[in-house]
Protein backbone atom coordinates (compact mmCIF):
# COMPACT_ATOMS: atom_id res chain seq x y z
CA UNK A 1 0.00 0.00 0.00
CA UNK A 2 1.71 3.40 -1.20
CA UNK A 3 2.88 5.29 2.20
CA UNK A 4 2.53 8.79 -0.03
CA UNK A 5 -1.64 8.40 -0.70
CA UNK A 6 -2.93 12.11 0.17
CA UNK A 7 -6.22 11.58 2.15
CA UNK A 8 -9.21 13.93 2.91
CA UNK A 9 -10.46 12.88 6.21
CA UNK A 10 -14.85 14.13 6.92
CA UNK A 11 -15.30 14.37 10.43
CA UNK A 12 -17.30 16.71 12.44
CA UNK A 13 -16.47 15.29 15.61
CA UNK A 14 -12.64 16.45 16.58
CA UNK A 15 -12.29 13.37 19.23
CA UNK A 16 -13.23 11.33 16.46
CA UNK A 17 -11.44 12.79 13.92
CA UNK A 18 -7.96 12.64 16.03
CA UNK A 19 -8.63 8.68 16.36
CA UNK A 20 -8.89 8.29 12.43
CA UNK A 21 -5.76 10.69 11.86
CA UNK A 22 -4.30 8.45 14.61
CA UNK A 23 -5.36 5.25 13.19
CA UNK A 24 -4.22 6.59 9.36
CA UNK A 25 -0.52 7.93 10.79
CA UNK A 26 0.01 4.29 12.31
CA UNK A 27 -1.14 2.40 9.54
CA UNK A 28 1.77 4.60 7.75
CA UNK A 29 -0.19 7.18 5.88
CA UNK A 30 0.63 10.26 6.86
CA UNK A 31 -0.70 13.01 4.38
CA UNK A 32 -4.08 13.58 6.06
CA UNK A 33 -6.19 16.75 6.00
CA UNK A 34 -9.03 16.70 8.19
CA UNK A 35 -12.30 18.91 6.99
CA UNK A 36 -15.09 19.20 9.61
CA UNK A 37 -18.35 19.41 7.09
CA UNK A 38 -18.85 18.34 3.64
CA UNK A 39 -19.53 21.97 2.68
CA UNK A 40 -15.57 22.37 2.56
CA UNK A 41 -15.40 19.38 0.76
CA UNK A 42 -15.35 20.59 -3.19
CA UNK A 43 -12.75 23.62 -1.80
CA UNK A 44 -10.37 21.18 -0.37
CA UNK A 45 -10.79 18.68 -3.17
CA UNK A 46 -9.71 21.64 -5.75
CA UNK A 47 -6.76 22.71 -3.46
CA UNK A 48 -5.45 19.27 -3.19
CA UNK A 49 -6.45 16.57 -5.46
CA UNK A 50 -6.60 13.58 -3.04
CA UNK A 51 -5.98 9.99 -3.73
CA UNK A 52 -9.04 9.09 -1.33
CA UNK A 53 -11.41 10.31 0.59
CA UNK A 54 -13.02 9.08 3.89
CA UNK A 55 -16.55 10.53 5.02
CA UNK A 56 -17.86 9.50 8.19
CA UNK A 57 -21.55 10.76 8.81
CA UNK A 58 -24.00 9.27 11.33
CA UNK A 59 -27.24 9.03 8.99
CA UNK A 60 -26.62 10.29 5.71
CA UNK A 61 -29.64 10.33 3.41
CA UNK A 62 -29.89 9.17 -0.46
CA UNK A 63 -29.61 12.78 -1.47
CA UNK A 64 -26.82 13.48 0.24
CA UNK A 65 -24.97 10.16 -0.93
CA UNK A 66 -25.82 11.48 -4.58
CA UNK A 67 -24.23 14.95 -4.03
CA UNK A 68 -21.25 13.48 -1.83
CA UNK A 69 -20.71 11.56 -4.96
CA UNK A 70 -20.81 14.52 -7.03
CA UNK A 71 -18.66 16.62 -5.15
CA UNK A 72 -16.07 13.65 -4.29
CA UNK A 73 -16.17 12.81 -7.72
CA UNK A 74 -15.99 9.49 -6.83
CA UNK A 75 -15.55 7.96 -10.20
CA UNK A 76 -11.80 9.56 -10.55
CA UNK A 77 -10.94 8.35 -6.78
CA UNK A 78 -11.94 5.78 -4.26
CA UNK A 79 -14.62 6.97 -1.67
CA UNK A 80 -14.87 5.02 1.82
CA UNK A 81 -18.19 6.76 3.38
CA UNK A 82 -18.74 5.07 7.01
CA UNK A 83 -22.32 5.71 8.86
CA UNK A 84 -24.00 4.44 11.92
CA UNK A 85 -27.08 3.08 10.40
CA UNK A 86 -27.91 1.75 7.21
CA UNK A 87 -31.01 0.09 5.76
CA UNK A 88 -31.06 -1.85 1.98
CA UNK A 89 -31.97 1.12 -0.08
CA UNK A 90 -29.24 3.13 1.10
CA UNK A 91 -26.43 0.18 0.81
CA UNK A 92 -27.89 0.10 -2.86
CA UNK A 93 -27.78 4.27 -2.93
CA UNK A 94 -24.19 4.06 -1.79
CA UNK A 95 -23.43 1.65 -4.73
CA UNK A 96 -25.05 3.38 -6.87
CA UNK A 97 -23.64 6.70 -6.27
CA UNK A 98 -20.25 5.05 -6.84
CA UNK A 99 -19.06 4.89 -3.44
CA UNK A 100 -15.78 2.60 -2.97
CA UNK A 101 -16.73 1.31 0.38
CA UNK A 102 -19.87 1.95 2.63
CA UNK A 103 -19.44 0.84 5.85
CA UNK A 104 -21.75 0.44 8.31
CA UNK A 105 -21.40 0.52 12.31
CA UNK A 106 -19.43 3.57 12.17
CA UNK A 107 -15.71 4.17 11.49
CA UNK A 108 -13.09 2.21 14.54
CA UNK A 109 -9.34 2.96 14.44
CA UNK A 110 -8.82 -0.71 13.86
CA UNK A 111 -10.75 -1.29 10.84
CA UNK A 112 -9.39 2.01 8.96
CA UNK A 113 -6.59 0.01 6.88
CA UNK A 114 -8.38 -3.24 5.66
CA UNK A 115 -11.52 -0.45 4.84
CA UNK A 116 -9.09 1.75 3.01
CA UNK A 117 -7.34 -1.33 0.65
CA UNK A 118 -10.59 -2.59 0.03
CA UNK A 119 -12.27 0.54 -1.26
CA UNK A 120 -8.67 0.97 -3.23
CA UNK A 121 -9.01 -2.81 -4.59
CA UNK A 122 -12.66 -2.25 -5.76
CA UNK A 123 -12.03 1.22 -7.41
CA UNK A 124 -9.46 -0.26 -9.59
CA UNK A 125 -11.46 -3.17 -10.17
CA UNK A 126 -14.06 -0.98 -11.20
CA UNK A 127 -12.16 1.62 -12.48
CA UNK A 128 -10.58 -1.49 -15.14
CA UNK A 129 -13.65 -2.60 -15.73
CA UNK A 130 -14.99 0.73 -16.76
CA UNK A 131 -11.73 0.95 -18.99
CA UNK A 132 -12.58 -2.64 -20.59
CA UNK A 133 -16.25 -1.15 -21.57
CA UNK A 134 -15.21 2.21 -23.21
CA UNK A 135 -12.34 -0.05 -24.93
CA UNK A 136 -15.25 -2.44 -26.01
CA UNK A 137 -17.61 0.46 -27.32
CA UNK A 138 -14.78 2.63 -29.20
CA UNK A 139 -14.04 -1.02 -31.15
CA UNK A 140 -17.69 -1.63 -31.58
CA UNK A 141 -18.08 2.29 -32.88
CA UNK A 142 -14.58 2.02 -35.00
CA UNK A 143 -15.85 -1.33 -36.91
CA UNK A 144 -19.21 0.26 -37.40
CA UNK A 145 -17.47 3.35 -39.22
CA UNK A 146 -15.19 1.02 -40.83
CA UNK A 147 -17.85 -1.48 -42.41
CA UNK A 148 -19.76 1.72 -43.55
CA UNK A 149 -16.20 2.71 -45.44
CA UNK A 150 -16.31 -0.95 -47.25
CA UNK A 151 -19.30 -0.10 -48.18
CA UNK A 152 -19.16 3.10 -49.79
CA UNK A 153 -15.66 1.15 -51.66
CA UNK A 154 -17.53 -1.91 -52.71
CA UNK A 155 -21.09 0.27 -54.16
CA UNK A 156 -18.22 2.91 -55.83
CA UNK A 157 -15.69 0.53 -56.95
CA UNK A 158 -17.64 -2.65 -57.61
CA UNK A 159 -15.67 -4.32 -55.44
CA UNK A 160 -15.91 -7.46 -52.70
CA UNK A 161 -16.08 -6.64 -49.28
CA UNK A 162 -12.62 -8.29 -48.60
CA UNK A 163 -11.12 -5.87 -51.42
CA UNK A 164 -12.77 -3.12 -49.63
CA UNK A 165 -10.76 -3.59 -46.57
CA UNK A 166 -7.91 -4.84 -48.32
CA UNK A 167 -7.90 -0.92 -50.21
CA UNK A 168 -9.02 0.89 -46.87
CA UNK A 169 -5.63 -1.09 -44.90
CA UNK A 170 -3.07 -0.22 -47.66
CA UNK A 171 -4.37 3.14 -47.72
CA UNK A 172 -3.63 3.46 -44.24
CA UNK A 173 -0.18 1.90 -44.67
CA UNK A 174 0.63 4.37 -47.29
CA UNK A 175 0.02 7.05 -45.55
CA UNK A 176 1.42 6.10 -41.78
CA UNK A 177 -2.72 5.79 -40.43
CA UNK A 178 -4.46 3.67 -38.76
CA UNK A 179 -7.49 2.15 -40.70
CA UNK A 180 -10.23 3.53 -38.41
CA UNK A 181 -8.96 7.24 -39.81
CA UNK A 182 -8.84 6.37 -43.50
CA UNK A 183 -12.00 4.79 -43.01
CA UNK A 184 -13.70 7.96 -41.25
CA UNK A 185 -12.10 10.29 -43.11
CA UNK A 186 -14.05 7.84 -46.19
CA UNK A 187 -17.57 8.32 -43.91
CA UNK A 188 -17.30 12.04 -43.84
CA UNK A 189 -16.09 12.80 -47.20
CA UNK A 190 -19.34 10.85 -48.58
CA UNK A 191 -21.18 12.64 -46.24
CA UNK A 192 -20.22 15.64 -47.38
CA UNK A 193 -20.78 15.03 -50.96
CA UNK A 194 -24.58 13.69 -50.46
Given at each position: ??????????E???????????G??????????????????????????????L???????????????????????????????????????????????????????????????????R????????????????????????????????????????????????????????????????????????
Amino acid sequence: MDADLKIIVVEPDLAKAQDIIDGLRESGWSTVTLISTIAKLAATLKQQDPDIILIDLANPDRDTLEHLSLISDAKSRPVAMFVDHSDEAMTRAAISAGLSAYVVNGLQKDRIRPVLETAIARFQVRQKMQSELDAAKRALSDRKVIDRAKGLLMRARGISEDEAYTLLRKTAMDQGRKVIDVAAALVTAADLLQ
